[in-house]
């Protein structure tokens, strides 16, 4: 569930913010497939799911990729460190220096060992 609020949450920002091209990334293949399967009506998530695809729907493109943990080391990050924080949203205009090495490995395609 948390992943799937994540990833509505993430759309409707990146809409907002006018970004009209996303590719959007996620560890959770069980998000991705409820998001990309015909979920049923009594589905527990149904109505966030729902909103889900609509709003993948609108005049803007979104390409949903499933990655591997290791694969994803900037949303770890993100959400160890909110886990210390109260703050409800958090948005940066500068990256914090303590992500700039994993956000310049993953534009880089640096590969992670699993552990």
Partial sequence: MAELYAIFHGLRIAYDAGHRNIILESDSRMALDLIMSDVQAHHPHAPLISQIVQLQHRDWIVNFHHTLRQGNECADWLVKH???????LKSWIVCSPQLHHSLLDDALGVARLRS
Avoid at 82 to 88: C, H, K, T, V
């Fill in 82 to 88: 909110d886990a210390s924080s109260s703050d409800a």
